[in-house]
């Protein structure tokens, strides 16, 4: 891609990224059908590079026309892994009730490391392992999903998973997240991001255009607000796609010969102290999805979004950044190197 992208605006976008807005002028399909199709070709081969990755730790196969749908990040509650298990078990319930018209096949990987003595984190990534192993092993289900938990995520699978990514997971609870900076590198990369108004999505946002951005959630004062009233088992009573989600989590069908493991995860998403308010953003999250879903089946449209991204991420440069370090705060005096 980095290939591709200089074969267009020159190479001086590596050392000074503000140049990468110049990609901007190519994004539109119809009058650049042969860098739309190379930059689609560029995308299949990273993609191709990530599912041997995960055919190798996991042992899943991830077909490469599915949607890559990821969220590698440390396991912490308030980056919320958990409503994007919730989101997985909602499309494997559309699937069993054969709700799958303008279905979009969909490849999930979640990967993160937890703090050894960090009982939840270390229960949601045993969640993530044992939805898996149903979803993967069901017929019923075949290429319309898969999903994936990668161990020892770190720096050098990063270097394959950012360039391999259709859509990026960025769903904190909003005012939880401090910036992030997994979001930028899948930017830049051409993902799409699903997410929240929190951290840095709320620049990224900024910079690319809420057409480009699939946008769900509370903002931070909704946060505070629903937390007097905060109800989620009057949310999960009154939301029918939720309600099976939860019968089939609660029913034991994902921990079956491990009866009872995963009854504090769903106490506390259930629990009206819930900081994380992981059900609140059900339904929002839900319908981002959904939209999330059929743009990608629309490849023109996705590519257009997809170029957008990568020509709008030049402001998330560290160069950029110490600048505007040293103009407002540092005022330093740059030095002559000779
Ligand atoms: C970028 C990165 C992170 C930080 O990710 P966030 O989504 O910002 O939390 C953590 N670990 C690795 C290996 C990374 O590459």
């Given at each position: 891609?980095?290939?591709?992208?200089?074969?267009?605006?020159?190479?001086?976008w590596?050392?000074?990224?503000?140049?990468?807005?110049?990609?901007?002028?190519?994004?539109?399909?119809?009058?650049?059908?042969?860098f739309?199709?190379?930059?689609?070709?560029?995308?299949?081969?990273?993609k191709?590079?990530?599912?041997?990755?995960?055919?190798?730790?996991?042992?899943?196969?991830?077909?490469?026309?599915?949607?890559?749908?990821?969220?590698?990040?440390?396991?912490?509650?308030?980056?919320?892994?958990?409503?994007?298990?919730?989101h997985?078990?909602?499309?494997?319930?559309?699937?069993?009730?054969?709700?799958?018209?303008?279905?979009?096949?969909?490849?999930?990987?979640?990967?993160?490391?937890?703090?050894?003595?960090?009982?939840?984190?270390?229960?949601?990534?045993?969640?993530?392992?044992?939805?898996?192993e149903?979803?993967?092993?069901?017929?019923?289900?075949?290429?319309?999903?898969?999903?994936?938990?990668?161990?020892?995520?770190?720096?050098?699978?990063?270097?394959?998973?950012?360039?391999?990514?259709?859509?990026?997971?960025?769903?904190?609870?909003?005012?939880?997240?401090?910036?992030?900076?997994?979001?930028?590198?899948?930017m830049?990369?051409?993902?799409?991001?699903?997410?929240?108004?929190?951290?840095?999505?709320?620049?990224?946002?900024?910079?690319?255009?809420?057409?480009?951005?699939?946008?769900?959630?509370?903002?931070?004062?909704?946060?505070?607000?629903?937390?007097?009233?905060?109800?989620?088992?009057?949310?999960?009573?009154?939301?029918?796609?939720?309600?099976?989600?939860?019968?089939?989590?609660?029913?034991?069908?994902?921990?079956?010969?491990?009866?009872?493991?995963?009854?504090?995860?769903?106490?506390?998403?259930?629990?009206?102290?819930?900081?994380?308010?992981?059900?609140?953003?059900?339904?929002?999250?839900?319908?981002?999805?959904?939209h999330?879903?059929?743009?990608?089946?629309?490849?023109?449209?996705?590519?257009?979004?997809?170029?957008?991204?990568?020509?709008?991420?030049?402001?998330?440069?560290?160069?950029?950044?110490?600048?505007?370090?040293?103009?407002?705060?540092?005022?330093?005096?740059?030095?002559?190197?000779?």
């Amino acid at each position: 891609m980095t290939k591709l992208i200089s074969s267009k605006i020159g190479d001086e976008w590596i050392a000074d990224l503000s140049k990468i807005k110049q990609l901007k002028a190519y994004a539109n399909g119809s009058n650049n059908k042969d860098f739309h199709a190379r930059w689609q070709a560029a995308k299949t081969t990273n993609k191709r590079k990530l599912a041997e990755l995960v055919k190798e730790e996991c042992g899943v196969d991830f077909p490469l026309d599915s949607m890559f749908d990821v969220q590698v990040k440390r396991i912490h509650e308030y980056k919320r892994q958990l409503l994007n298990v919730l989101h997985i078990i909602h499309l494997y319930n559309r699937i069993r009730r054969g709700d799958t018209a303008d279905w979009t096949n969909r490849c999930v990987l979640i990967g993160g490391k937890a703090a050894p003595g960090y009982f939840m984190a270390k229960r949601t990534i045993k969640l993530i392992n044992n939805v898996a192993e149903i979803i993967n092993s069901d017929p019923e289900v075949g290429n319309k999903l898969k999903l994936a938990f990668l161990p020892n995520y770190r720096v050098s699978s990063m270097e394959l998973i950012a360039p391999a990514t259709d859509l990026s997971e960025q769903i904190s609870t909003a005012g939880k997240e401090a910036s992030g900076t997994g979001n930028m590198k899948f930017m830049m990369n051409g993902a799409l991001t699903i997410g929240t108004y929190d951290g840095a999505n709320i620049e990224m946002l900024d910079a690319v255009g809420v057409d480009n951005f699939f946008l769900f959630g509370l903002k931070v004062d909704e946060v505070e607000q629903m937390k007097t009233h905060y109800d989620p088992q009057s949310m999960i009573a009154a939301d029918e796609d939720l309600k099976a989600v939860f019968h089939l989590l609660e029913s034991g069908h994902f921990n079956i010969e491990e009866p009872g493991i995963f009854n504090q995860i769903i106490a506390a998403m259930k629990d009206p102290h819930d900081p994380w308010m992981t059900v609140a953003d059900f339904r929002s999250y839900i319908e981002a999805q959904q939209h999330a879903a059929s743009a990608y089946r629309d490849r023109q449209h996705w590519t257009r979004m997809s170029i957008t991204n990568t020509a709008c991420s030049g402001f998330f440069s560290t160069d950029r950044t110490m600048q505007d370090y040293n103009n407002d705060i540092w005022k330093l005096n740059p030095m002559d190197l000779g």
